[in-house]
């Protein structure tokens, strides 16, 4: 039973406590800026710079995980993310935007190993039947620490000195290395002792599987979106001239999370994984289609609970995919690969979004992504098709 794995509750509680910790940290970070830095150009370069050194670490990293104890991983990586609000300190002191910047690059080489980790560590200490449960509940999880700190930090930003957010997210990054002391990870030593683990193998994996082919096609178009969405939650705002509105879309998206979270193992059920995966592009469409009525209220929080709701289905069933279609001795090295993807494809957002929201506005950008996505939902769905890719969560079909 899920709730009865002592060592995926231990990953849970350590992710509610370390996630409200990073974005209490995340909120006084920005605070931080505003009072520094008037560009919001200058704000984006500044995030940007822990990005690109995670980036370049995930093939390390990746060889890491698949070659050495999951659980001294995480244990080393989460005393390493408690010197990143260290940093900060000296930064305050001076108003020192290279601290900061040091700050956020220790932050993410932690996330470049820890994040990778835990989702490689899911199949080794549960079935596989249990696996799309299992990443709703991250999810779920992940989205209730994301609404927890960013409460928090909110209040806490108001009616504190920024150095008393810092040290917060000392003391939650702590308790979760404290967590990961009791960890029980099994290890997959027989591979590690007969052969040289190398990166590059995942790229071939990638390429030779199908169903691998179109999760990551699919995740990549989402997450491409998901890299620019609070610049456009920034423009609705500006539109509507209601500030406010920014906070109610982000709880309508996160509530919608929540609801979705609690039946995607009802409703996907035995259904075939990577079909699913590709109609749920076609819903995205129609939320983005949604969003471009960007003068009406109602309509664009609507939109969002709609898109809140279907994420909360598309990432646990694709992390499904992945995890049921590669052996557990290169699980490491491949989400280090998507890992290092989905930062680039954050990346390449915030420029995109950036140029088309100048160029086309709010409105043409959302019409011309919507479309851009049903497109791709209605191809990778045919392409399934065609190659007959069937992965189920509660058995193992073959492509």
Request: proline content about 3%; hydrophobic content about 55%; some cysteine.
């Amino acid at each position: 039973m899920l709730w009865r794995n002592r060592t995926f509750l231990l990953l849970m509680t350590g992710e509610v406590v370390a996630g409200a910790g990073m974005w209490i940290s995340i909120i006084a970070n920005l605070q931080f800026m505003q009072s520094l830095i008037p560009s919001d150009t200058v704000k984006a370069l500044i995030l940007m710079s822990g990005l690109v050194v995670s980036i370049l670490l995930s093939p390390k990293a990746g060889v890491i995980i698949d070659m050495y104890d999951k659980g001294k991983i995480m244990m080393l990586a989460s005393l390493i993310r408690c010197l990143s609000p260290v940093f900060m300190f000296p930064a305050l002191a001076n108003d020192s935007i290279p601290w900061m910047i040091v700050s956020l690059i220790v932050m993410q080489c932690s996330a470049a190993f820890y994040f990778p980790t835990v989702q490689a560590s899911l199949p080794a200490i549960l079935s596989k039947d249990e696996l799309l449960k299992a990443n709703s509940v991250y999810l779920n999880i992940s989205t209730l620490s994301r609404i927890g700190g960013t409460a928090i930090g909110g209040v806490l930003v108001v009616s504190m000195e920024l150095s008393m957010l810092y040290v917060c997210s000392i003391v939650a990054y702590a308790v979760l290395a404290f967590v990961t002391l009791f960890l029980r990870i099994p290890q997959i030593t027989t591979r590690r002792m007969k052969e040289k683990v190398e990166f590059r193998e995942v790229l071939t994996i990638s390429r030779k599987d199908p169903a691998l082919f179109v999760g990551l096609i699919n995740n990549g178009l989402v997450t491409l979106f998901l890299g620019g969405v609070n610049l456009m939650i920034l423009n609705f705002s500006e539109i509507q001239n209601e500030p406010q509105l920014m906070g109610w879309i982000y709880m309508a998206e996160g509530l919608s999370i929540l609801v979705g979270g609690l039946l995607a193992k009802r409703w996907i059920g035995g259904r075939n994984l990577v079909a699913s995966s590709t109609i749920m592009l076609v819903f995205f469409g129609i939320s983005q289609y949604g969003m471009s009525f960007a003068a009406d209220k109602w309509m664009v929080l609507a939109s969002f609970a709609v898109f809140g709701f279907v994420v909360a289905f598309f990432f646990p069933v694709t992390a499904t995919i992945f995890q049921k279609r590669l052996p557990e001795h290169q699980q490491g090295r491949f989400f280090s690969f998507k890992s290092m993807l989905d930062r680039s494809f954050f990346l390449i957002a915030l420029g995109v979004t950036g140029v088309c929201l100048d160029l086309l506005g709010v409105t043409g950008y959302l019409l011309c992504i919507g479309t851009l996505t049903m497109l791709f939902g209605i191809f990778t769905y045919l392409y399934s098709k065609k190659h007959k890719l069937d992965v189920r969560a509660n058995d193992e079909a073959a492509a």
